[in-house]
């Protein structure tokens, strides 16, 4: 089972930006759509964005779309989430998650249902 890793989280105030990374321990991902979650205390994890297997196709909520990026690398064998203008509706832990299949699209994994491997999470926290 691939084990990711998350870093990057932190405080951060209204308005800032933070890149979260999130890396693999164990096997390479390349061929795996990812995606990023979060969690905030009290509700449900949901869907922040995606990104296909080749980096081409990228899915986003309505609620980030237009402020955060993601991207990867494969050289570094790493996704990122690129997080600008950041709003304390954004406080939540950000989870990376693993496609179950490969080779499949962005909004194959705009369910949580469909992620076959998580990280631990890292805490972002945005104040007002």
């Known amino acids: 089972q691939v084990q990711l890793v998350e870093s990057g989280g932190g405080l951060v105030q209204a308005g800032g930006s933070l890149r979260l990374s999130c890396a693999p321990s164990?096997?390479?991902?390349?061929?795996?759509?990812m995606g990023w979650f979060r969690q905030a205390p009290g509700k449900e994890r949901e869907f922040v964005a995606a990104?296909?297997?080749?980096?081409?196709?990228?899915t986003y909520s309505d609620s980030v779309k237009g402020r955060f990026t993601i991207s990867r690398d494969k050289s570094e064998n790493a996704v990122y989430l690129q997080m600008n203008s950041l709003k304390p509706e954004d406080t939540a832990v950000y989870y990376c998650?693993?496609?179950?299949?490969?080779?499949?699209?962005?909004?194959?994994?705009?369910?949580?249902?469909?992620?076959?491997?998580w990280g631990q999470g890292t805490q972002v926290t945005v104040s007002s």
């Open positions: 164990g096997r390479t991902f390349t061929t795996y759509a």
């Open positions: 998650g693993a496609d179950t299949f490969s080779y499949r699209g962005s909004r194959s994994l705009a369910t949580s249902a469909s992620v076959g491997s």
């Open positions: 990104i296909n297997w080749s980096g081409r196709d990228t």
